[in-house]
């Protein structure tokens, strides 16, 4: 028989198994005080949405008037499918009389929704998208949710949350959750980023890989070629280039959170680029391109409109949409080179006339 006292967890090993999301933030902010606290308690929330979220999306196709959509519209006008309102709920409820939080704003809200309860004391702002690349859930792929945390400055005392139109530099705090074939929580506090597996057998988040670097360069790139011929010529030039040269691999899930996972810990490039009809893109600023943005950066990557850093765009609107060029320095910095080079010929066409 054993003799308990020599059986042996090797410290590291019990130490990584307690060490949960909200003892992780406290760990990176190297403080107790109320803010810390604050901070652990709202990304404590976040895990609890993504947990909601998890367990309904695992059992989705075994419940009846789960998956497929609602009949309405976003105020994208994009078609709203059950899952994208019950996730959008549930971050709601999560965070009501929580003291936490005094605003969300979300891909499925008009505007942002008010939790006065919480306003004396949750000074700060959750901006998330529920579900991300909800096309994938009726048919069981992965999906994401996407978050950022912002201080709410000044009181907002006509609810058009304008002190949100600001650039994404002023974010405390961004993630995501990837709904894959395990769940998974990827945030940064502005420290590096980090990375948590949901245990199913605990219901915790407990971390998985710290201070996660991205590749300077990758053999993937992923964006919807469907698009070719809507594109610009400058990225037309570029898809062009790696066809033509060995070491590229495409792949697209047609889920960002997904897409923007492989980059992040394989190195390559993203890009969702504006079309001729619509230069600004497709992806929203504020909830999805922005966190995206402080996430890679904070990972030694790089993100951009293709002209501008994401993180300096400033919104004129809280459902703003931008172009998005992300991913490892080297692919980004080659894209943006097939645009200024564009660029430069429109220019000494234009001279010359
Ligand atoms: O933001 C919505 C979204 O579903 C992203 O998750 C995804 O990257 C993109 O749109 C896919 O768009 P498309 O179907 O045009 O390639």
């Known amino acids: 028989m054993t003799n308990p006292e020599q059986i042996v967890v090797p410290e590291h090993i019990l130490d990584r198994d307690c060490t949960t999301l909200s003892r992780h933030v406290l760990q990176q902010l190297q403080s107790f005080g109320p803010e810390a606290q604050d901070l652990s308690a709202i990304m404590n929330r976040i895990a609890l949405a993504g947990k909601l979220i998890s367990r309904r999306l695992s059992r989705a196709g075994l419940m009846v008037g789960v998956l497929g959509f609602t009949g309405e519209e976003n105020v994208q006008g994009e078609s709203v499918k059950k899952m994208d309102v019950y996730a959008n ?30 306003c004396p004391i949750g000074r700060y702002t959750l901006l998330y998208d529920p579900i991300d690349g909800s096309a994938n859930v009726d048919i069981n792929l992965n999906v994401g949710s996407i978050f950022a945390i912002r201080q709410q400055e000044g009181d907002d005392l006509d609810g058009e949350a304008k002190d949100l139109l600001t650039n994404g530099r002023k974010q405390i705090a961004a993630g995501y959750i990837l709904y894959g074939p395990s769940t998974m929580l990827i945030y940064s506090l502005g420290h590096g980023v980090h990375s948590f597996i949901l245990d199913p057998s605990l219901g915790e988040f407990i971390l998985s890989e710290e201070n996660i670097k991205i590749p300077g360069h ?26 033509r040269h060995d070491g590229y691999t495409a792949r697209y899930s047609g889920a960002l959170v997904g897409d923007i996972h492989r980059i992040l810990m394989q190195g390559g490039v993203f890009l969702y680029p504006g079309t001729v009809k619509k230069p600004e893109g497709k992806l929203r600023l504020l909830y999805e391109t922005a966190p995206l943005a402080f996430l890679v950066e904070q990972a030694g990557g790089r993100a951009t409109t293709g002209t501008e850093e994401i993180l300096d765009v400033i919104p004129s609107k809280l459902h703003q949409r931008t172009p998005l060029v992300i991913g490892s320095t080297e692919d ?18 234009m001279n010359n006339c």
């Open 332 to 349: 980004v910095k080659l894209v943006e080179s097939f645009i200024q080079d564009r660029i430069r010929r429109d220019n000494s066409t």
């Open 218 to 243: 990758g053999p993937v790139y992923s964006t919807n070629e469907g698009n070719f011929w809507q594109w610009y010529e400058a990225i037309r030039d570029y898809t062009r280039y790696v066809h």
């Open 89 to 118: 709920e549930v971050f709601i409820s999560v965070f009501k009389q929580s003291g936490l939080v005094c605003r969300l704003a979300s891909e499925e809200m008009e505007k942002p929704y008010y939790i006065p309860e919480n």
